[in-house]
Every structure is written in C-alpha cells, then in structure tokens.
C-alpha cells in the first residue's frame, strides 16, 4: 500500500481557505493557500503552524501549487510566503501569475485602506511574493526534484486554472481544484489525460446540488434582467473581476444587440481593463469560438457595456450594474446594495457562491433584513 497522507488545513469542512497538505514517497507539497473571504481576524488563514511547530516551513514543504487566482485558493499565499516565512518553490501558470497580484491588491486595499486592518499584507509583500513564482505550461512536466514531478492540465472554470498530477516513482496524486466540465462562452472544459492515481482530490463545492440546465439558467436570469429594466429598476450583479464577470458580459452584450435595448450596463473601472487586457494577452486559453473569431472581432471589446462612475448610483432611471467583489463583503458592490437594496423595483443577481459571514451568503439565505453600519437594510423579493 502507498504511504499517502492528506491534511486539510481549509476547505475540508466549508467553501474557502482551500489549502491541502499532501505526503507522497516522502515528499510534502501544499495545493493552494486561500483565504476565506467570511472573517476578519486570524481565522481568515489557514493555520499554517500545523505543518511544522518550530516555523521552519521551508525545510518540511517541497513545494507550493496554485490551481487558479481566485483568493479562495490564493489568498493566504503573500501571508503565507512574507509574514509567516516560507521561502521555496511556488508553481503556478502563467495567467494565474499575471492576475492573482491584481486580486490580492484589489482585497488589500479594500481589507488595509478601507476597513484600517492590520496583520495583513502590504503591497511590496505582494510583489516579492510573486518574484518567487515559477510559472508553469500546460502538459509542461516538472522536475521539482529528482524525486518529485508534477504536471498541469487544463481545468476550465476561470483564464489559467489548472488540475494537477502529482507523482514520485509509482505513487500518484491528482488535485483538480476547480473544474468545469461544460464549456462556456469563453473557456473550454476541463481535460486530463487518462491516468490511474492513488488518490483523487476533487472540488464538490456543487457536488450534492442539483441543478437545471444552464441553458434554462441563462433564459431565467436575462427574462429577469429584462422585467426589471422594463419597470425601470436598477440591477445589480456582484461579481469578482475575472471569470463568471465575462461570461455574463457576453451574455448582456449579445441579448441587448439582439433586443435592441437601450437601458446602460456599467462595468466598475480598472479592474475591468485589466481584467479584458489579460483575456487577450492569453487567448488561447479560451475556448475555440473565441481563437477563431479573434482577428475579426475580440469578443471582450463591448459595444453596450461602459465604465461605471460611482456618482451613477444615485442617477434616475435604469440601469445593469456589474460591480466587485462578488460576495457583497465589501467594496463598491457592497455600496451599491446598502444604497438600492429597499427600492422594491430594484434587483440584486448574485451569480457566484457566497460564503457564510457575507452579505451576498445572507441575501441567497433569503434574509429580509441585513444589518450594515449599525442600520438594517430591508430587502424585498
């Protein structure tokens, strides 16, 4: 029988601060180092002292790998390399290295500069963490020793995500961290190849949640949009920069040509730009429809949707919103619900999983009242 052990030290039992630590033939990787998006003290990281109680991380971990830039999944990662000390390889692709430091920024400013919390990283930490970043190719294979090897597979669900397979001598492990198996208007599905792992460590954020179709999903969601706009509501979509956001981009885009509507969709500013900047520079990570129809037309350079100003938030009449961070926890979308949410003609979408201590986990709950600032928020649906 193989020796493999696997310690959770996030996500075992909830959504968020994914961080797994696996032994195989001796050697001791992390897969991910997230942040859970729910707290606001030390509970917001994984406890890291589990792995060694005399700090000398670097010596016991072989390497870290990050499946994608969510801050679920990378979020403790400059906490974990900068405050807490550890100093060896970090593997992740090249996507996840270009737009990881923008989302950790993003949550720094919003965590340090608007909510004046300490024990957090700095910017600079955020930098020198990434310079330790070695950054990855699909099916490229990885020689982190003579010992350990490790391979990359495209997983779908957001631009540079990736399952990865582990293996030392005849002992193997495969983490698929988050995957999608149906394509979508942007990304292809998930694929391996076919493999025979000792253990496979899977995503089941949805795995007992049964769902209608996506098709039936959509239908509902632009009908909805459409009724609300008609009796001159407001939308709001809370949205992370990057992944569902351009997908539902799409989706708008191509109903508003369609219909001929004329209500604005706002984006909120400077994200967005890079967001679509990276979205081009890795094109082929996306799926077919978009490499083929590149050179006529970049699919994430939209005609209906503008950047958004926030003194639009008190402007009459209707309007689609997508705001950030997608979990209602902070920031402008947050600012947008506290001001819209009692107008019973307005609307809030909110397209993402929450977690539980979030404002976004409370409204999918069904709460009616949401205390925010000491006042409670009514919210009609």
């Known amino acids: 029988m193989p020796n493999i052990n696997i310690v959770?030290?996030?996500?075992?039992?909830?959504v968020g601060r994914s961080c797994i630590l696996v032994s195989i033939g001796g050697k001791n990787i992390m897969l991910d180092c997230g942040m859970h998006m729910g707290y606001n003290d030390e509970r917001r990281f994984p406890d890291f002292s589990y792995i060694s109680r005399s700090g000398r991380l670097t010596q016991h971990l072989d390497c870290v790998l990050i499946s994608h830039f969510h801050l679920d999944h990378c979020g403790a990662l400059p906490?974990?390399?900068?405050?807490?000390?550890?100093?060896?390889?970090?593997?992740?692709?090249?996507?996840?290295?270009?737009?990881?430091?923008i989302l950790l920024e993003d949550y720094r400013k919003i965590t340090v500069?608007?909510?004046?919390?300490?024990?957090?990283?700095?910017s600079q930490m955020i930098k020198d963490c990434m310079k330790k970043v070695i950054p990855i190719n699909l099916h490229q294979s990885i020689k982190v020793d003579d010992e350990l090897e490790i391979k990359a597979y495209y997983a779908g669900h957001v631009l540079g995500a990736v399952m990865f397979h582990m293996k030392v001598g005849t002992e193997s492990v495969v983490y698929?961290?988050?995957y999608n198996m149906t394509p979508d208007r942007h990304l292809g599905s998930a694929w391996i190849d076919k493999c025979k792992p000792n253990v496979l460590i899977t995503e089941s954020t949805y795995a007992t949640t049964i769902r209608d179709s996506k098709r039936c999903r959509e239908r509902d969601f632009l009908k909805k949009v459409h009724d609300c706009i008609d009796k001159g509501g407001k939308v709001l979509i809370p949205v992370?920069?990057?992944g569902r956001a351009?997908?539902?981009?799409?989706?708008?885009?191509?109903?508003w040509d369609r219909m001929n509507l004329k209500a604005p969709i706002y984006f909120s500013t400077g994200l967005t730009e890079k967001a679509n900047h990276y979205y081009k520079l890795f094109i082929t990570?996306?799926?077919?429809k978009i490499k083929n129809t590149f050179v006529q037309r970049n699919m994430f350079e939209f005609e209906h949707i503008k950047a958004f100003d926030r003194s639009y938030i008190d402007q009459p009449g209707p309007m689609v919103?997508?705001?950030t961070p997608g979990m209602l926890h902070a920031g402008l979308s947050l600012q947008i619900f506290k001001k819209w949410a009692s107008n019973e003609n307005n609307m809030v979408v909110i397209p993402g999983y929450c977690v539980a201590g979030t404002v976004g986990h409370k409204v999918l709950a069904g709460q009616k009242k949401i205390e925010l600032d000491k006042k409670n928020v009514v919210c009609h649906g």
């Open 8 to 14: 959770p030290l996030g996500a075992g039992q909830d």
């Open 79 to 101: 906490y974990f390399s900068e405050m807490v000390g550890y100093d060896g390889p970090i593997y992740m692709t090249h996507p996840t290295k270009a737009i990881a430091p």
């Open 113 to 122: 500069e608007r909510k004046g919390e300490t024990n957090f990283f700095t």
């Open 176 to 178: 698929t961290g988050d």
């Open 240 to 242: 992370f920069a990057l």
């Open 246 to 255: 351009q997908e539902l981009c799409i989706l708008l885009e191509t109903y």
């Open 285 to 288: 990570w996306t799926n077919q």
């Open 321 to 323: 919103v997508f705001a």
